[in-house]
Structure formats: structure tokens, C-alpha cells
T-cell receptor, first 114, second 114 residues
Framework: NAGVMQNPRHLVRRRGQEARLRCSPM?????VYWYRQLPEEGLKFMVY????????ESGMPKERFSAEFPKEGPSILRIQQVVRGDSAAYFC????????????FGEGSRLTVL | QQQVKQSPQSLIVQKGGISIINCAYE??????FPWYQQFPGKGPALLIA?????SEKKEGRFTISFNKSAKQFSLHIMDSQPGDSATYFC?????????????FGTGTRLQVTL
């Protein structure tokens, strides 16, 4: 019974490149959340998706960031034209359709922008 | 309105002692208050959670105390062990439907010494 799977675990990009982070939710979970964790800080909500729909993107920066959760395949968080300030750990979490409140987190993708 | 304030930022406790971490919130619509534990290089994992209809919840050595009128809640770790050394995050959410969007505190780094 695999947990939330994120890849890559570590990603290094130069300024101006694109970063793509993938998340496969737990089996049976249809809700996906992306959070960003800056060094020595808590987790900041970015976006909440269900299959093929963005439900809440109130935490997403207005430019360069986008997210999707297609009918088939993993959820993807895409960061275009990365800048040094994008360096962070990006965590994906999932929850089941029946809302218990608990979020199940992956181990994160750590983006470093040179 | 969406903030959750957490203190202390770091905590050192001797083995066998009691660790206490405090959180305060502003949004009176919050109705779910979990604590997450995060080890270095890993994703957060749910430790214990409480809803506002009770003032205390205990699971093993971990207890949440909840004060609705003061809009505060705290985590107590009894008989703290070196294996408890981790970062602890309080969180809160309002769950009108299926969403589990959490607002996190900034975290407390706990170190339990021998």
C-alpha cells in the first residue's frame, strides 16, 4: 500500500529553466494538495486539485507557477523561468474522497535554483 | 485571519521530561486542529488531532489541550524520548465539505537530550 509518491526527490535548475514536480496520490485518494516549505519555515498552501479540476489556487503565485491533475497520471506542479527564490521543498499531500481531515504527505521534492 | 501562530521556535528537553508547544489561531471558523511531526528529509506525518467539541485528547504520550474561548491549543509530550526529536507543526482548517486545506504554524524544533 504505497504512500504518496513524489519525484524527483531532488532537482537542480539554473535560473530561467523550468521545473516539473510530480505527485502520485495514495491509492483511492482523489484530492491533491501542494505545499511549499522554505528553509526554517512552515508549510504554505499553494493549490488544491481534484481530478481534472483546480479547486483552490489561492496560494499559487500569479506568474510562472501552474498545477494540473489530469484524468490519467500524476499531478504536476510546473514552475517556469525559475528564480533563486523558488528554491524550497515542495510537498504534495493527498486525502480520500470521504473527508477525515487528515492529509497524507509525500517526502517532498527539493528544488535548488543556481 | 488565516494565521496560526506557534511557539516556541525551538525547544530542548531532557529525556523523561515534558515537552509543551503552543499555538494560537484567529479564524473562529477553524474546526479541525491537527499536529504534524516531521523528521529531517521526510514529509510531515499526522501525530494527533482534535475538533473543538472536546477540550483534551490523549493518545499514548501525546496530549492536545484545546481552549476554544482563548483560541489556543497546545501539544504536550510526556516522558519525552530522544526519538521524539523532530520538528512539530500545529495546523488548523475549516472543512465545509471535502476539502482539507490546512494552515500551518511555523514549526517547533524539538531536541530531546539524554
Amino acid at each position: 500500500n504505497a504512500g504518496v509518491m513524489q519525484n524527483p526527490r531532488h532537482l537542480v535548475r539554473r535560473r530561467g529553466q523550468e521545473a516539473r514536480l510530480r505527485c502520485s496520490p495514495m491509492k483511492g485518494h482523489s484530492h491533491v494538495y501542494w505545499y511549499r516549505q522554505l528553509p526554517e519555515e512552515g508549510l504554505k498552501f499553494m493549490v488544491y486539485l481534484q481530478k481534472e479540476n483546480i479547486i483552490d489556487e489561492s496560494g499559487m503565485p500569479k506568474e510562472r507557477f501552474s498545477a494540473e491533475f489530469p484524468k490519467e497520471g500524476p499531478s504536476i506542479l510546473r514552475i517556469q523561468q525559475v528564480v533563486r527564490g523558488d528554491s524550497a521543498a515542495y510537498f504534495c499531500a493527498s486525502s480520500p474522497r470521504t473527508n477525515t481531515g487528515e492529509l497524507f504527505f509525500g517526502e517532498g521534492s527539493r528544488l535548488t535554483v543556481l | 485571519q488565516q494565521q496560526v501562530k506557534q511557539s516556541p521556535q525551538s525547544l530542548i528537553v531532557q529525556k523523561g521530561g515534558i515537552s509543551i508547544i503552543n499555538c494560537a489561531y484567529e479564524n473562529t471558523a477553524f474546526d479541525y486542529f491537527p499536529w504534524y511531526q516531521q523528521f529531517p528529509g521526510k514529509g510531515p506525518a499526522l501525530l494527533i488531532a482534535i475538533r473543538p467539541d472536546v477540550s483534551e485528547k490523549k493518545e499514548g504520550r501525546f496530549t492536545i489541550s484545546f481552549n476554544k474561548s482563548a483560541k489556543q491549543f497546545s501539544l504536550h509530550i510526556m516522558d519525552s524520548q530522544p526519538g521524539d526529536s523532530a520538528t512539530y507543526f500545529c495546523a488548523a482548517s475549516h472543512q465545509p465539505g471535502t476539502a482539507s486545506k490546512l494552515t500551518f504554524g511555523t514549526g517547533t524544533r524539538l531536541q530531546v537530550t539524554l
